[in-house]
């Protein structure tokens, strides 16, 4: 995973840490796109979670559906937890929209904008579920995005 994130920004990479321990806790075998989420909703510091929270998604109530969607997977080790397929292409979306806009590093909008632009994902699901509409997330971290660009 180190090489996946090495161009991360510190605050991406803490999102992914969580992620982990997300996953772990609930004896996943993998991260998925769900646990990326929890993430970067936790982390109530990262410009990603103020994204969500400007419409109105709950991060708790986000955290209880994953919860109660997973578990299916026991993880029975303590080695480190592998990216399911879903979260390594969600990396590479990220990677290649902070290319487009010239970043140096990717942070938690693209990994958000990243996530939200797959038309299908367990990340996608919870969010319908918790009565989220992935388009306006789109938007909202477009818009943040733009101004990122306007601003440099």
Same mark, same amino acid.
């Given at each position: 995973?180190?090489?996946?994130?090495?161009?991360?920004? $510190?605050?991406?990479?803490?999102?992914?840490?969580?992620?982990?321990?997300?996953?772990?806790?609930?004896?996943?075998?993998?991260?998925?796109?769900?646990?990326?989420?929890?993430?970067?909703?936790?982390?109530?510091?990262?410009?990603?979670?103020?994204?969500?929270?400007?419409?109105?998604?709950?991060?708790? &109530?986000?955290?209880?559906?994953?919860?109660?969607?997973? #578990?299916?997977?026991? $993880?029975?080790? $303590?080695?480190?937890?592998?990216?399911?397929?879903?979260?390594?292409? =969600?990396?590479?979306?990220?990677?290649?929209?902070?290319?487009?806009?010239?970043? &140096?590093?990717?942070?938690?909008?693209?990994?958000?904008?990243?996530?939200?632009?797959?038309?299908?994902?367990?990340?996608?699901?919870?969010?319908?579920?918790?009565?989220?509409?992935?388009?306006?997330?789109?938007?909202? =971290?477009?818009?943040?995005?733009?101004?990122?660009?306007? #601003?440099?």
């Amino acid at each position: 995973m180190a090489e996946l994130i090495s161009r991360f920004t $510190n605050e991406a990479r803490h999102v992914f840490a969580l992620a982990q321990e997300y996953a772990a806790r609930h004896n996943q075998n993998e991260i998925g796109t769900e646990h990326l989420l929890v993430a970067l909703l936790e982390d109530k510091s990262s410009e990603a979670s103020q994204a969500v929270a400007t419409l109105g998604v709950d991060p708790k &109530a986000v955290e209880d559906l994953v919860a109660r969607e997973g #578990g299916s997977k026991l $993880n029975g080790s $303590n080695k480190e937890l592998e990216l399911s397929q879903e979260v390594k292409d =969600v990396i590479q979306a990220a990677i290649l929209e902070a290319q487009r806009k010239n970043f &140096a590093y990717v942070g938690t909008k693209e990994l958000l904008l990243a996530l939200v632009q797959q038309d299908s994902n367990a990340a996608i699901a919870v969010l319908n579920q918790a009565g989220a509409q992935p388009q306006m997330f789109r938007q909202t =971290v477009r818009e943040m995005l733009a101004d990122d660009v306007a #601003g440099v």
